[in-house]
């Protein structure tokens, strides 16, 4: 099995700001953690999930939840001079097919909220 590097350092920092945020809150118990993950950014969601299960054990996030939403893709389309939806990296600009598209939106993951015990 090839070990999952990046979704492995990924679930690491999630498990930072979960657990500050748990402190914060003066929880001892994490029951679900809400993440959203652009619909470009290369993550592998089983990966993480299994990243995220390995992290969590014997710290307060054990056994939680891990909930994923997907916030969709957005790029600049030169030739259009508009922003245009993309579902998928590597994908044409679905309005003229041109590939030279900056990604502006979608590639990013972070920690919506915490459920805690
Ligand atoms: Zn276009």
Redesign the pocket.
Known sequence: MKLPMHEMSLAESILQVVEETARSSAADQVRAVRLEIGALSHVERDSLRFCFDAVTRGTLADGARLEIDATPGRAW????S?S?ELSRLGD???????Y??QVTQGEEMRVKDIEVA
Not at 77 to 80: E, F, K, L
Not at 92 to 98: D, L, Q, T, Y
């Open positions: 389309c030169m030739p259009c508009e245009v044409a600009c679905p309005r003229c097919g041109s030279q598209l």
